[in-house]
């Protein structure tokens, strides 16, 4: 479901807002910071819990989850839907993916305009934490008139 260009994205410089529900029903969201494809073919978010507890204090293994994929330069957007499979602290490989992936996104975002004060509210990897999830469905989210479409039915 996650092949070697849709990989490569993800893990790239973009902006990566997750989504789920609280023990509530309610949906929730939050940022994560960094992620990649797993050998097994599931996707791996890095989340500072620090930052964005309210959401991950309710997360269980099972939980529906979605997350996009949005490249700021161009708005080219992807979402993948499916159910998470692990929670668990982040590991040395984890924390050091998601600096790297804090420094290209910043260096992106600077060069676009944004400053790093709104930078520093979005991103951060105190008391990182790792999501794993199993993809269900993936979908082009890029504005215009292919957004929503499944993306088995959109050519890359």
Do not use: H, N
Not at 29 to 54: H, K, N, P, Q, Y
Not at 92 to 97: F, K, T, Y
Not at 100 to 118: F, K, P, R, W
Not at 132 to 153: C, D, E
């Amino acid at each position: 479901m996650i092949d070697a260009d849709l990989a490569a994205f993800i893990e790239g410089p973009v902006m990566m807002v997750f989504a789920a529900a609280d023990a509530a029903g309610r949906p929730t969201i939050g940022r994560a910071t960094g992620a990649r494809r797993t050998d097994s073919g599931e996707v791996e978010l890095f989340v500072s819990r620090g930052r964005w507890g309210e959401v991950t204090d309710d997360l269980k293994v099972g939980a529906q989850v979605a997350v996009t994929f949005s490249r700021p330069a161009d708005y080219r957007t992807f979402q993948i839907k499916g159910v998470l499979t692990a929670i668990t602290p982040a590991q040395p490989a984890d924390l050091a993916a998601a600096s790297t992936y804090m420094q290209a996104v910043t260096g992106s975002l600077l060069e676009l305009g944004v400053l790093q004060s709104q930078v520093d509210q979005w991103l951060a990897c105190d008391d990182l934490i790792t999501l794993r999830f199993k993809p269900g469905a993936t979908f082009a989210q890029t504005p215009g008139p292919g957004a929503g479409a499944p993306l088995s039915r959109v050519r890359r």
